[in-house]
Structure formats: C-alpha cells, structure tokens
C-alpha cells in the first residue's frame, strides 16, 4: 500500500548546498564586473577617456574576449548567474551565500581575469588597468568580505610599471600574492621578466601564474586547436613549457626564494616532467652550466600548485599516489567558482585516501603556510 | 512502504522545463518532457551539482568526424556545473552509463478528484478537485 504526502515546493528553482564541516581556503576564486563601466572609477580620467574612445587591445583580432568559444557562457557554472541576473562572480551576497558559505570557505584567493591588463598592447593603459583592477578588488570584494584576499596584478610587460605597482601595495595584507598571465610575449623565464621576480622575493610575494592570457601565439607548438576539448588541455602544456623555461632559463637559481603558484594547470603531469628534465639535464648540462641543482630539485623547493581542475584517474588510489609523487605540502585546494569546471571540496574528500594530515594540508595547511596566514 | 507525494500542479512545470520540488525531505529535480513527468535526485552523482539548474538538451552524435545530427531533443539534462548528461527519463549516465546514474523516482499526473479520497497525508500543498497534480513517488 501507498500513501501520497502534500507537499510544499522550495521557494527558489536553485539547489541550495549542504554547508559542508572542513574549512577550506580557495585559492582561485574569479571576481567579475557586473558590467565594464564598474571599473571606471577606478582609473584615472585620462585612462576612463582612452577605455571609451579606443578600448583594450591584445595581440589578436578580439579586443575583450578569449579566442576560443567556451562550454558556457562567461565560462561560468548554470548555476552562477545572481538572481538579478548579473554575470557570475559580479554579486558579492550571492558568492557568500553559493560558495563562501556553503563550503566553508576560511579565505579565498582572488584570481581576477578582468580586461587582462597584463597583456594589453598599450603599456601605459595596461598599467593604469591593473592598477584599477587591484583598487576594485578591495573596494569590491575584500572589504565587503573580509574572508577574501585580492592578488596584485601588474603590466609585466613593462617591469618598472609592475615593480611600481608592487611596491605601492606591497604591506597591505589584504594583498597575498602577485598575479601574471602564463601566457606572455616571451616565456617567463627570460630575463626582461627577473626584475619582477626581484620584487616577488624582496616583498616576500609569492607569483601566482593562472592559465590563461592572451599573447597571439597558439596555445600548442603545432599551431591553433580545432575544439574547447584541445584548448582545454593546451593548460598542461602550457604550464609544462612555462615550469620548463623558468627552470631551465636560471630563474630559481638566481632566486632561491622565488614562490610560483600554478593555478589551474592541472598536477599529475608534473612528476613524468621532473623525470624527463631531470634525464635530459644528466646527459645535456654542459649547455646549461648555471643549473646547480636537478630540475626536480628546484620544481620541489619553488613550486606549488592547485587542485582544480582535478585529475581523474579511473582508480582514486592512483591519485593519492600522483599527489605524493608532487608532494603533499606543495599542492593547494582550489574550486576556480564561478566557472563551470568548478571542484566541489567533499568532491576531493571523497577521492582521496591519503591520511587526515594531508588532507588539512591540501585543504588550508599549505595556503596558510605559503600566505602567511593565522 | 513507498510513499506518495503530491509536489506540483501540471501547470507549474511546462513541457521543456524544469522545478526543483522537496519530497520526504529530498531534494527532486521534476522535468515535463512532452507533456510526460519525471522525476531525478537533484544531485550529480559526480560532484552533486544540482540538476534542477542544469540545461536541457538533445544528444549530439556523429557517425564519422564532419556529420553530425542531434538526436531525442529534450530528452536529456546537463549538470549546470561540469556538463554530464543523463537521460531525464531514466536517470542514466551518457557520459558513463555503466557506472554512473542519477536515482530517478517514479512521477504521474493525477486528478484533483482522484487525490482527495485518500489515503494521503495532509501536509501543505493545497489540493483541489478541479485541477491535475504531480505526483511523486519515493
């Protein structure tokens, strides 16, 4: 026998998350505009006139957007929209609500992608963009949540600019880390960009590279991908070719005390790429003499990396196992909300069997320990 | 024992929509596909995005790379989150159907005349005779 129960329908057509109990700390959340002209006040009048009469200009033929159409719209979960409607991100109430507390956010990384200063042709404009940028941040998002934590995006292109731009917010501890674009006019590991690595280690700033960016060149070696899916993985390949420049190039050497963070890029390529490089310098180090240490020995010292968008393998253990072979006080727990590649934390929780040591560690231990934070 | 759950009017949910309902305290995505009811667990069993928000869509196929069709329109939601795709009508997994489905409940149309006799209990969704219902069972 049945009954039948009457019931009341949610007033909202949105699922609304179980809180979950681990605290967390994000380290790659996107702040937005909830429209380009919330960025205005923030620039100096000369730079509100130049936005309006000509606009951004990167290396290629799309002024403000990304060169490959993405599986939605503002790249961004269906779920992320507020309820008036404004791009996802762009609502600080609805991020507290849909993300901040619902999985138990301690602090979040701030990662903005906004009109990509770093990769604006006109130097001077991409200077006053990122100066801006870093301004609407706090503004914005940090004082109105003060769990969040803004990143200091710089005009890398233009060294004494970001070294300016560094020094002007560095001491504020609402700023926890430099923020630049993988993707450059030349490799990160060239000597035009050392200067800002001094600055990094001086202020005692970890860099935190998120992929992405926009510099004209194809994402692969063998020219423009066809789909989003080949777009997609070209993150791995990036992060491989930029890890490999900024070792191989001198950089860690030359700062012992240099922190990258690599954001997004994946993990469980980096132990094949230590191998391979470690290989290669064995047997080809006579044209790299500056290189005193292994690749890897480096790669364990100056690199972190974060979790989302996480690898998975058929078997969880093969993952426990990858993380290891990483190091698991060098990777960081990251979601990447609002967009749609998103990574629930009990999602992680779930696949990992690696001890509850390590688990806090990925979870808040290693971001406290890298950003210094209580 | 199974329980029924009255937890919407047939016009509250038009065909090529969906609404999230609450039934014995679970959370239900309802979809109407042509005039049909069903009824998902709104939770992704890879992340648990809720289904309720996620678009629904065809199946996109292609017989060889350059010829493509898009087949059973409707038929199908995608996880608003990682875009995973499950047969509204059973729950099934088209990104991985072998280990992977959604707990779908059964869903019918009932009249108003039909629920008022009972046995039912009486919670707080009104019930008239004049209109038709969804109802839900878990």
């Known amino acids: ?374 | 024992m199974s329980r029924r759950h009255v937890v919407a009017t047939v016009d509250e949910v038009k065909p090529g929509t969906s609404k999230l309902v609450s039934a014995g305290g679970r959370s239900i995505a309802l979809f109407n596909v042509g005039g049909s009811f069903y009824a998902l667990a709104d939770k992704c069993p890879h992340e648990s995005g809720s289904l309720c928000s996620g678009r629904i869509v065809g199946l996109a196929q292609a017989d060889e790379p350059g010829r493509y069709r898009l087949e059973r329109r409707g038929e199908f939601v995608k996880c608003p989150w990682h875009g995973w795709e499950f047969d509204i009508r059973t729950g099934q997994s088209y990104c991985d159907p072998s280990k992977t489905r959604v707990r779908a409940y059964k869903a019918e149309v009932e009249s108003g005349d039909e629920l008022v006799k009972g046995p039912y209990v009486a919670e707080t969704f009104p019930v008239t005779v004049e209109r038709n219902y969804v109802v839900v069972e878990i």
Not at chain 1, 52 to 59: I, K, N, V
Not at chain 1, 166 to 187: D, V
Not at chain 1, 214 to 241: A, K, L, R
């Open chain 1, 1 to 374: 026998m049945s009954t039948t129960v009457l019931e009341r329908a949610p007033a909202a057509q949105r699922g609304t998350p179980t809180p979950v109990k681990l605290s967390v700390i994000d380290c790659d959340i996107h702040p937005q505009v909830k429209s380009p002209a919330e960025l205005m006040p923030f620039l100096p009048k000369q730079w509100q006139d130049y936005a309006r009469m000509f606009g951004g200009l990167y290396r290629q033929v799309f002024s403000d957007t990304l060169s490959h159409p993405r599986i939605a719209p503002d790249v961004a979960r269906a779920d992320a929209w507020p309820p008036d409607g404004s791009p996802p991100g762009s609502d600080v109430p609805f991020m507290r609500m849909q993300h901040l507390d619902a999985n138990n956010v301690e602090y979040g990384m701030l990662m903005p992608l906004n009109r990509g200063p770093g990769n604006q042709r006109n130097l001077d404009y991409g200077a006053a963009l990122a100066s801006a940028v870093n301004d609407w941040q706090i503004e914005k998002y940090v004082k109105a949540e003060p769990r969040l934590r803004a990143s200091i995006v710089i005009a890398h292109d233009d060294p004494p600019a970001a070294i300016a731009e560094i020094r002007k917010r560095a001491g504020n501890r609402n700023f926890t880390q430099i923020m630049m674009p993988p993707k450059s006019i030349e490799p990160l590991g060239r000597r035009r960009y050392w200067p800002i690595f001094e600055e990094a280690v001086a202020q005692n700033l970890p860099i935190a590279l998120h992929v992405g960016g926009v510099n004209g060149f194809p994402p692969t070696g063998g020219g423009w991908p066809s789909y989003y899916i080949e777009e997609q993985h070209t993150n791995v390949q990036g992060m491989q070719g930029l890890l490999t420049s900024l070792v191989i190039e001198g950089v860690f050497e030359r700062f012992p005390d240099l922190k990258v963070v690599l954001v997004e890029g994946g993990i469980a390529w980096l132990p094949a790429l230590k191998w391979r490089l470690d290989k290669h310098w064995k047997r080809l180090k006579a044209e790299a003499p500056h290189l005193r240490l292994a690749p890897s020995e480096y790669i364990r010292r100056n690199i972190w990396l974060t979790t989302q968008p996480l690898d998975e393998p058929d078997r969880d253990s093969d993952l426990a196992e990858t993380f290891e072979l990483v190091g698991f006080d060098r990777i960081m727990f990251s979601t990447d909300y609002p967009h749609w590649d998103f990574d629930e934390p009990r999602f992680l929780l779930g696949k990992l069997k690696i001890g509850k040591e390590n688990i806090e560690k990925i979870f808040s231990g290693n971001a406290k320990a890298l950003y210094g934070l209580a």
